[in-house]
C-alpha cells in the first residue's frame, strides 16, 4: 500500500498538473496515466484500452466540464464481459480533456500513446519528477491502496468489488478489517480520523494575520453561516466571494484561492460549525455519498490541518 504522505503527494502532483498551460504531451499522458491509476484502481492494460469513444464529457448542475470514463473489466471469461463507468474527480477533468484533444488532433483512435505498461507508468514518474514528487508506488499498489481505503472507510464487500471490477466479491475479503467499528466511521466523518486529516493538505497559500484580514476588502474577508454557527475570519479569498460560486468556508479549505488565518479559534468555530452540519445529516440518515456530506468532511479534514500547521508554526519558523 501506498502510504499517506505518498497519496498527499499524488493529489498534490495531479493538482498542480491540472493547472499548469506548458505540460508536454507526454507529461499530460503521464497525468492522466497517474489519476487513472490512483482515483479509480485500474489496471495498466485497462487504461491502455481506452479509446477517444470511452471517454464522455459533458455539463453537470453547476455547468463545470465533468467526465466520464469506460473501461473494460479485466480477467472476465468470454461473454461475460461488462463495462465500469468512473467518473473523473472535477478538478483533475482539463487533464483527460487535454489528452482527448491530443488524441483526436493526432488522427489517434487509442486515447494513450503509451503502447505498454512499462511505458504509461513510466510518464507517471514522470510528471511526478517535474513537481519534484519521486513517485516510488507501483500501479498495482495503488489499486490495493484504494480497495484498502474503502474497506477503512466501512465500505462493505460490494463496494470493494464494484471498485476492483471483479464479478466476485471475494478478493474484497482481503481488505475488509473486522476492527473497524461504527465509531470510527463517526469519527472519520466528524474529522476526527487522523488517517483522514493527513490526507487533505490545507491550501498553498499563505497565513495571514487577523489584522491583514481586518485591512483587507470587505469582499475578500470569508465568513458565513455554518452549521448552528456565525463563521467568520477564517481567513481571505484571494479572488473575492462574489466571484465564487461555492458556499464560504466549507469549500475554503483546500482551495488554492484561500490564505487561511493564524488565528486558531476561528478555525476551531468552523470546525464545531461543520460538525453540526455532519450531526444533522447523519441524524437525517443522509448518505455519506452525497457532494455536500462529501464536501463537509473534506472541509473538516482542511480545517483540521490548519490547526495542525498553527500549532507547529513557531517550530517551523522559529
Not at 17 to 41: C, F, K, N, P, W
Not at 49 to 74: E, I, K, N
Not at 103 to 108: D, K, P, T
Request: with cysteine.
Amino acid at each position: 500500500m501506498a502510504s499517506v504522505d505518498a497519496q498527499a503527494a499524488i493529489v498534490r502532483v495531479l493538482d498542480a498538473a491540472a493547472s499548469e498551460d506548458d505540460l508536454t504531451d507526454r507529461q499530460v499522458e503521464g497525468a492522466v496515466a497517474l489519476l487513472i491509476t490512483y482515483q479509480h484502481g485500474m489496471r495498466p492494460v485497462q487504461a491502455l484500452c481506452l479509446d477517444v469513444t470511452h471517454v464522455r464529457f459533458f455539463r453537470d448542475a453547476s455547468d463545470d466540464l465533468a467526465c466520464v470514463l469506460s473501461f473494460h473489466a479485466a480477467k472476465q471469461t468470454p461473454g461475460n464481459e461488462f463495462e465500469l463507468l468512473r467518473q473523473v474527480k472535477p478538478e483533475w477533468v482539463p487533464l483527460v480533456a487535454r489528452l482527448h484533444a491530443t488524441a483526436l488532433a493526432h488522427g489517434r483512435q487509442r486515447l494513450f500513446n503509451a503502447t505498454g505498461p512499462i511505458t504509461f507508468w513510466d510518464r507517471a514518474v514522470v510528471l511526478c519528477k517535474r513537481f519534484s514528487v519521486q513517485l516510488d508506488s507501483t500501479a498495482r499498489s495503488l489499486r490495493h491502496t484504494g480497495a484498502q481505503t474503502l474497506a477503512d472507510a466501512g465500505h462493505d464487500r460490494a463496494s470493494i468489488q464494484a471498485f476492483l471490477g471483479h464479478k466476485s466479491a471475494e478478493a474484497a475479503s482481503h481488505y475488509i478489517r473486522a476492527s473497524f467499528k461504527q465509531a470510527e466511521l463517526i469519527n472519520t466523518a466528524l474529522g476526527a480520523s487522523k488517517l483522514y486529516n493527513s490526507l487533505l493538505d490545507i491550501s498553498t497559500g499563505s497565513f495571514v494575520s487577523a489584522d491583514e484580514i481586518q485591512l483587507a476588502p470587505e469582499d475578500q474577508q470569508i465568513g458565513a453561516v455554518v452549521g448552528y454557527r456565525l463563521v467568520a475570519g477564517v481567513g481571505l479569498c484571494k479572488a473575492g466571494q462574489s466571484s465564487c460560486a461555492y458556499n464560504p468556508v466549507t469549500s475554503c479549505y483546500g482551495c488554492p484561492k484561500f490564505m487561511p488565518s493564524l488565528d486558531r479559534e476561528s478555525h476551531v468555530e468552523a470546525i464545531e460549525g461543520m460538525r453540526d452540519q455532519v450531526r444533522l445529516y447523519l441524524k437525517q440518515g443522509i448518505s455519506d455519498e452525497t457532494p455536500a456530506y462529501r464536501q463537509l468532511t473534506r472541509a473538516l479534514a482542511g480545517a483540521q490541518q490548519a490547526l495542525t500547521l498553527i500549532d507547529d508554526r513557531p517550530k517551523n519558523h522559529g
